[in-house]
Nanobody, 121 residues
Framework: QVQLVESGGGLVQPGGSLRLSCAAS????????MAWYRQAPGKQRELVAN???????TYADSVKGRFTISRDNVKNTVYLQMNSLKPEDTALYLC???????????????WGQGTQVTVSS
């Protein structure tokens, strides 16, 4: 009922920047939490940042001061501005959205397919 499309990944040199976007569409009544996760090869998926409906944000310690999460509630889109990128930031970045639908009535999380970020010289 809800589709997520991520974009903005790519190859960047250490110290560079990227901006990820994740747009939600479908039979959405409300969106609550929006978050970015990442998963590197051979590692567990980890929470990078999340933003609540009221705008409260949290970040993983490893990205504090470098990454900024934001959302556009009109466009149902969440962004992740990534600055001062490091090789250890290389991973598949996945968007997660908690949304309410009315038909059928439910509140649940949805995942996107992910966008690859590679930081390398």
């Amino acid at each position: 009922q809800v589709q997520l499309v991520e974009s903005g990944g790519g190859l960047v040199q250490p110290g560079g920047s990227l901006r990820l976007s994740c747009a939600a569409s479908g039979r959405i009544a409300s969106i609550y939490d929006m978050a970015w996760y990442r998963q590197a090869p051979g590692k567990q998926r980890e929470l990078v940042a999340n933003i609540l409906g009221g705008g409260t944000t949290t970040y993983a310690d490893s990205v504090k001061g470098r990454f900024t999460i934001s959302r556009d509630n009109v466009k149902n889109t969440v962004y992740l501005q990534m600055n001062s990128l490091k090789p250890e930031d290389t991973a598949l970045y996945l968007c997660n959205v908690v949304a309410r639908t009315n038909f059928p009535p439910s509140v649940r999380g949805y995942w996107g397919q992910g966008t690859q970020v590679t930081v390398s010289s």
